[in-house]
């Protein structure tokens, strides 16, 4: 089945600063790609996502790029801020009702 | 709006005992439920999804069942609990049509002593 590999698993960027983090897949049927941030004892909440038929998509400060040939997405968040901090998780579906997450990244920012 | 509520918030129970965890939403009609389940400081595990009422997927295998008895309610349950059973459990849906995109519930924490 498909997996998705998610890096870094610990991020520390300085206040301002871009953020990145990259997700890859195996399967050349996935078709969507959310993005997810979790604050620590909370539930995940939907930032961004993007479908198969687009290679980039931005909401503010946050930009998703995809590359279908290499499999791999990823997501940029500008001028990070201190509530920024929290954990990000990437997933993968082929629309078939199953999602796979990314084992997911600690953002710290940090003023 | 659409509302998603899940219960119980917490639960603490012993190894052997049965569960049941609930999750209800209200304000959309026939959506697609899901269940994840998340360890500890741990990645989204899929384990059940439904797209109708009585009808229900097993994504994998933890020793847990679901079942959808009404179009807006889905359970979680198991008759013995395992410690490999602690953690986080998360409700989710999606729309019936064109519904690539989950929102999740506020969780279940559990933890089986």
């Known amino acids: 089945g498909e997996q998705v590999e998610q890096l870094p698993s610990i991020l520390r960027v300085q206040e301002g600063s871009s953020a990145s983090i990259n997700c890859s897949y195996e399967?050349?049927?996935?078709?969507?790609f959310p993005w997810y941030k979790q604050e620590p004892g909370e539930n995940p909440k939907l930032i961004i996502d993007?479908?198969?038929?687009?290679e980039r998509k931005q909401i503010q400060e946050l930009i998703v790029l995809l590359d279908k040939k290499a499999k791999r997405f990823s997501l940029h968040i500008t001028d990070t801020q201190p509530g920024d901090s929290a954990m990000y998780f990437c997933?993968?579906?082929?629309?078939?009702?199953?999602?796979?997450f990314g084992a997911g990244t600690r953002l710290k920012v940090i003023a | 709006a659409q509302t998603i509520h899940q219960w119980p918030v917490a639960e603490i129970k012993a190894v052997g005992s049965p569960l049941s965890l609930g999750c209800t939403i209200k304000g959309k009609s026939s959506p697609n439920l899901y269940w994840y389940w998340q360890a500890t400081g741990g990645t989204l595990q899929q384990l059940f999804y439904?797209?109708?009422?009585?009808?229900v997927e097993s994504v994998v295998q933890l020793n847990l069942s679901a079942s959808r008895p009404k179009d807006d309610q889905f359970i979680l349950s198991t008759e013995k609990l395992l410690l490999s059973h602690s953690g986080f459990y998360l409700c989710?849906?999606?729309?019936?049509?064109?519904?690539?995109?989950?929102?999740f519930g506020p969780g279940t924490r559990l933890t089986v002593l």
């Open positions: 989710a849906w999606s729309l019936r049509t064109g519904g690539y995109e989950q929102y």
């Open positions: 399967d050349s049927a996935s078709n969507y």
């Open positions: 993007i479908r198969s038929n687009m």
């Open positions: 439904s797209i109708t009422v009585g009808q």
């Open positions: 997933a993968a579906s082929t629309g078939n009702y199953k999602y796979v």
